[in-house]
């Protein structure tokens, strides 16, 4: 007893347990350090401190000294009673001093015993010992207060005899503990072995995901590093083609003030002379005196105008037309210039106006080419960032003429002599041609076709409305099909087609190999040849009505449809 109360005396009154780095108080009383610190850290907004035992107050928060002599005394019981701590379970209900753990359990005394008292307890059949347990009052009959020893399979509840007998359960199938256990442990252990399997696969799923991720992630890292990359050469050229224009605009402009001055400072020069002409003429005009007027050593100068450079009423030159723009010599006061009007400003060696008109000329086709440029540059934007993943098509056999045999995979059209005897049906066509099962009503798509020994082929989009029979049915031959078509026949030469309207593009194509992209919403069907670096050969624009298909025609050769994916 003498122990247990040195225990006692060793508890903190805040957490009730032995203590642990005492410090002791102004006040005398002690406490743990931790407990202590706590307490007195919620206590710091309010102005004052106290203490939990005594409440005594004070003002400061005094620096909280170890209890040495404590901290010995501690320790000291700690290492005789080592057993006291170590006791983590259930305890023996009849060892008070010292606290003993109990080994077994009796059901009908409701009792924890120790080996000591477990061999002195009693033998009789009623006392039923289990594995320690501090709940045993849930092991027996909350009715008949008797130990649960059978179990009801039709109400899934544990019994006593009594319930089995007499009570509630009478009639019922029932089990004992033991084997209903056994049953119960059986099906948990499949629905235990439903889960392993179950959460394996979620661990492989998860597995697979994060391989996903990885490679997304990689992906996107991968395709923002090209964008950037491809933004700086974009920003660069785009600089580098603005200080160009800039410097030429520049050059052009000052080439054209250095003229102008030019020509401005010989028209003030001839201006003054003119008016210095007038001056005398109107002084002439003004005397009164015959013989003054007719012996003056310029009047024959200044009655024939012609003879100094020409009449500014008619822009006529020396030895020059303004229509043709020849000149010869030239003229003293114009500095070069034969005559000249301001008004038709014709000059020798040509006519600033057709300067202006050539150097004007010049600007428009350099604008036009950095159009031309930054349009084609737009265009591999568009089908780089919004066309990413190939469209997946398969051919309709349904649908395909008797004259083209497809393949298993659905991928691939040949041309063959043999008719393959498919039935007659409206869907068919007659000429040559194959649709897609695939439709497109919404998003952005593409996908490329591989041509092989084709003497004439064509590919598009169609409607599902296009005629199947005559000469209508062709591929742009109608308002309802949209194709790029080519060949031997027509030496790899390419022509687009939409309702009979025939356009003839420039070049050749060299490839084997052509790209359709497709933006339902905009409304563009785009063809590229599959070059390197791929080349855009022609863009439809139309107000799309219809779902679309994949529509071939092949005559000689085959045609491969290549794709995996598509982005919807």
């Known amino acids: 007893m003498a122990s247990a109360d040195l225990r006692h005396e060793l508890n903190c009154s805040i957490c009730k347990d032995i203590y642990t780095d005492p410090i002791t108080l102004r006040c005398g009383h002690r406490f743990c ?27 400061r928060r005094a620096p909280l000294q170890k209890n040495i002599a404590l901290c010995n005394v501690v ?18 209900t009849y060892c008070v001093d010292p606290p003993v753990p109990a080994v077994r359990s009796c059901l009908h005394c409701e009792a924890s015993l120790c080996d000591k008292h477990l061999r002195v307890h009693s033998k009789e059949p009623e006392h039923v010992l289990t594995d320690p347990s501090t709940s045993l009052e849930t092991r027996k009959c909350s009715v008949h207060k008797k130990i649960l020893e059978y179990y009801c399979t039709e109400d899934t509840a544990c019994i006593c005899v009594s319930c089995s007998l007499v009570g509630e359960h009478r009639g019922h199938r029932v089990e004992m503990l033991e084997e209903a256990s056994k049953k119960k442990k059986k099906k948990l252990r499949n629905v235990l072995q439903k889960l392993i399997t179950k959460r394996k696969k979620t661990k492989e799923t998860v597995r697979s995901l994060e391989e996903r991720k990885r490679k997304a992630q990689e992906k996107a890292a991968g395709e923002a590093e090209r964008v950037t990359a491809l933004c700086t050469d974009i920003r660069r050229r785009v600089d580098d083609l603005e200080e160009k224009v ?7 402009e000052e080439e054209v003030s250095l003229s102008l001055s030019d020509v401005i400072q010989n028209l003030e020069i001839k201006k003054d002379e003119l008016s210095r002409k007038m001056r005398h003429i109107e002084e002439l005009c003004n005397m009164t005196d015959p013989l003054t007027v007719l012996q003056d050593p310029d009047i024959g100068a200044l009655c024939d105008p012609e003879e100094e450079g020409g009449d500014e009423d008619t822009g006529g030159h020396d030895g020059g037309d303004e229509d043709t723009g020849g000149h010869d010599g030239g003229d003293e006061d114009t500095g070069g210039h034969d005559g000249g009007d301001e008004a038709t400003g014709g000059h020798d060696g040509g006519d600033e106006n057709t300067g202006e008109q050539d150097r004007g000329d010049r600007g428009a086709e350099l604008i036009s080419q950095i159009s031309h440029t930054l349009s084609a540059m737009i265009r591999d934007l568009n089908v780089i960032f919004h066309m990413q993943d190939p469209a997946d098509i398969l051919l309709d056999v349904n649908m395909a003429a008797n004259n083209l045999l497809i393949s298993d995979d659905l991928k691939t059209a040949t041309w063959t002599l043999t008719t393959q005897n498919r039935p007659e049906t409206a869907e068919r066509f007659q000429y040559n041609q194959v649709m897609s099962r695939r439709r497109f009503t919404s998003g952005r798509h593409y996908w490329d076709v591989e041509i092989s020994r084709s003497v004439l082929w064509s590919v598009g989009m169609c409607y599902p409305s296009i005629v199947r029979r005559g000469r209508q049915s062709y591929i742009g031959d109608n308002n309802k099909s949209w194709g790029l078509c080519g060949g031997v026949w027509y030496n790899n030469h390419c022509s687009v087609r939409h309702d009979c309207k025939v356009i003839q593009l420039p070049h050749q194509i060299s490839s084997d190999g052509v790209r359709i992209c497709l933006d339902y919403e905009v409304g563009q ?12 050969l022609h863009t439809f624009t139309a107000a799309f009505t219809e779902p679309l298909h994949v529509v071939l025609y092949v005559c000689g050769g085959s045609m491969k449809i290549l794709g995996i994916s598509c982005e919807e």
Do not use: M
């Not at 320790?75 to 023996?92: A, D, M, N, Y």
């Not at 069907?525 to 855009?536: E, M, T, V």
């Open 75 to 92: 320790e000291k019981v700690l290492s005789t009673h080592p057993h006291q701590e170590e006791i983590t379970g259930i305890r023996c």
């Open 525 to 536: 069907l785009s063809f590229y040849a599959l070059c390197d670096p791929i080349r855009h």
């Open 246 to 252: 800039l410097s030429d605009i520049s050059r052009r």
């Open 33 to 59: 350090r931790v407990c202590i610190d706590g307490l007195l850290d919620t206590e710091g907004g309010y102005g004052e401190y106290s203490c939990p035992e005594c409440r005594a107050t004070f003002q």
